[in-house]
């Protein structure tokens, strides 16, 4: 049986013909575009998979790289092994974005963002905190924090750190840790924080996927609220919305919206299907 | 031409994908930067920088029904158009901001002049201090020590220090202000809200009016003449409509959920 | 007769008459004074300051506000552009709140009727 290329079921280029090549020529011509530019804008429905664990979470804050002594490097572990999100992000005010809260020296010095507690009275664990951005020669630390490209200036070191604690599949399991109170977590700062009525704690629910071959998700609102408490997610991260009616979708939450907001950087990475897809078989990309 | 088309749609669905930056947790203003407007309808045409307004050094001397009906300032920023000229015929900020008036002992410095020097330069920037470092008469750390805190927005409770006494915000501008009777008390109402779990919103009527009035709410606000039948989404909310016009950028933020949803389930 | 004519003439031009008839046929308009200005700024502060008793007031009362705030308008429209813009909003304002709450009287009218 004669096989027939594509090239050969449309007739051959001849005066009268030119509408069937052109409107092929310019499907195919649309076709690139659009999948370029998918892949350009890396939107494919997989994440990325995401660095080591030791780096994972880290921030780099470089609003005043061109003044002072250099980019910040946030490391996330080391806070979340002693505060709920909802102190730094909620009762603190940090942004949820690398260099859109606006910290600086001054704020610092003010008490507010990092100076909140890096302030050299504030103690944790006994310790009175450094305080941040500070002038006076004998609390000059800067590179505690500045340290962008220097060696051997940070005090404490992920692997040693983290050696005790459970391990994920990828990374720390934070929960895991805290339920054997390895770690303990503090949400109220005085001077901070604010004390607030209670709110009843909205329940767990299962979101169901659009498509069929996906398996549905359990969430946990009790999970959350004990780290993020109400204000952190609501209303910025998701409006209100009847249960059923908003779409959630991977696409959305790898662009850093809605779950992605945390699951993407911070938070154990989207990748780790099994967290959310309960039931869906193990498989790594 | 077919294919200019073709292209043309290809390059909008491909813009399409670009990712939206709605569902980002922003930064909390800072308790001195809450409240803050920038304006800017004509300052940088005039080589000046934009004015900066400060809501909180307001907020504790007069109620916002002063500013924003007697003296008529839009709820928006840059909406009321304010020129120099307004100004210095006494209106918007010159109802106030005239040399003349005296809060605290001290006359309040006048607002732009056609004819001003180069010694006038630090009165301009009193109030045209966009990213400048300007020395204030207020300063907010020495201003809230001694009120009542809040957990968000200025950190500071309004609500609280009036009934303290701690600030007394005038209602009345002689020469602006028109003499009205005292209001009879609106009723305080119950909103229920149509997310199951969530706490009844309670709104003190009386609450708002003290400060407010009738004429800033209704109907620029809230339209709505039959209770029960507009509804009022948080994410209209959050867009600024209905309760958003103050609750977002002044009053207390949404993110103090519990002032609202006060009433146990 | 001619002799009147004549006095008639000479008072004419003497001017004693002619005010009188000045009167009667119309002086001319003074200019835009502070008497003219002061009455709409008069309506406007009586109007205006009926919105705390807004609700109190019938509608027949509200009607009638509503229709003065109509009235004053083109007055404040004629101002110059400062005041045109702070008292044609405060103006707005006001007939904005008589016109609610007069829709809110008619619409629990309409109930109570149903």
Known sequence: MPTYSIRRRIPPRMPGNESIHNSCSAFLFVAAIFVAARVASAQIYLPQPPPPASQYGQVILNSH????????????????????????????????????????????????????????????????????????????????????????????????????????????????????????????????????????????????????????????????????????????????????????????????????????????????????????PLWAP | MRKKIFTALALILAFCQAPSQTGVKKKRPLPYEFGQVIINNYSEKNDLVPVVFQHWIHRSMFTCRVCHV???????????????????????????????????????????????????????????????????????????????????????????????????????????????????????????????????????????????????CHPDIFMGVKRGTTRYTMVDISQGKSCGACHTTVAFPLTDCQRCHSKPV | MSRTRAIAQVLLASGLVFPCFARAIGKPPAPQSETAQESWHKEFDELCSRTQDAMTLSEEQLAGLIRRCDAIAPQIDKLDASRRKVYGGRLRMCRGLYAYVLDSKKNSTTNARK
């Open chain 1, 65 to 280: 790289a061109a003044t002072g002594p250099g980019p910040v490097v946030f490391d996330h572990w080391l806070h979340r092994s002693k505060f709920t999100c909802r102190l730094c992000h909620v009762d603190i005010g940090f942004a949820m974005q690398a260099n859109t809260t606006g910290v600086s020296a001054s704020t610092n010095a003010q008490g507010f963002h990092c100076g909140a507690c890096h302030n050299g009275t504030t103690a944790f664990d006994g310790k009175p905190t450094f305080a941040s951005c500070s002038n006076r020669p004998e609390t000059k630390q800067c590179y505690r924090c500045h340290s962008a490209g220097r060696k051997d200036v940070r005090q404490y070191d992920y692997e040693s750190y983290t050696a005790k604690f459970p391990k994920a599949f990828y990374g720390i399991d934070w929960e895991a840790a805290e339920k054997s109170h390895m770690i303990q977590l503090t949400d109220f700062v005085e001077g901070v924080s604010m004390k607030k009525a209670p709110m009843k704690n909205r329940e767990d629910f299962g979101v169901t996927p659009r498509y069929s071959w996906v398996h549905p998700i359990a969430f946990s609102h009790q999970k959350h609220t004990v780290w993020n408490g109400c204000e952190l997610c609501h209303p910025e991260i998701f409006p209100a919305a009847e249960k059923g009616t908003a779409h959630y979708s991977m696409l959305a939450n790898i662009q850093g919206q809605y779950c992605g907001a945390c699951h993407l950087k911070v938070a154990f990475p989207l990748n780790n299907c099994q967290r959310c897809h309960a039931s869906a």
């Open chain 2, 70 to 216: 007697d003296v008529g300032f839009a709820m928006k920023a840059g909406a009321t158009n304010i020129t120099a000229l307004d100004n210095e015929r006494g209106y918007y900020c010159g109802a106030c901001h005239n040399g003349k008036m005296v809060v605290n002992g001290k006359a309040v410095f006048q607002a732009c002049s056609q004819n001003s020097a180069a010694s006038d330069q630090s009165r301009c920037q009193r109030c045209h201090s966009a990213a400048l470092k300007v020395d204030s008469d207020f300063d907010f750390f020495r201003f809230s020590a001694p009120l009542p805190k809040a957990r968000f927005g200025n950190g500071i409770d309004w609500e609280q220090a009036e009934l303290l006494g701690l600030i007394k915000p005038a209602d009345f501008l002689e020469g602006v202000s028109i003499k009205r009777n005292w209001l009879a008390v609106q009723k305080d109402f119950a909103l229920n809200p149509k997310v199951e779990g969530m706490p009844d919103i309670i709104f003190s009527h009386k609450k708002h009016t003290v400060w407010n009035g009738c004429e800033l």
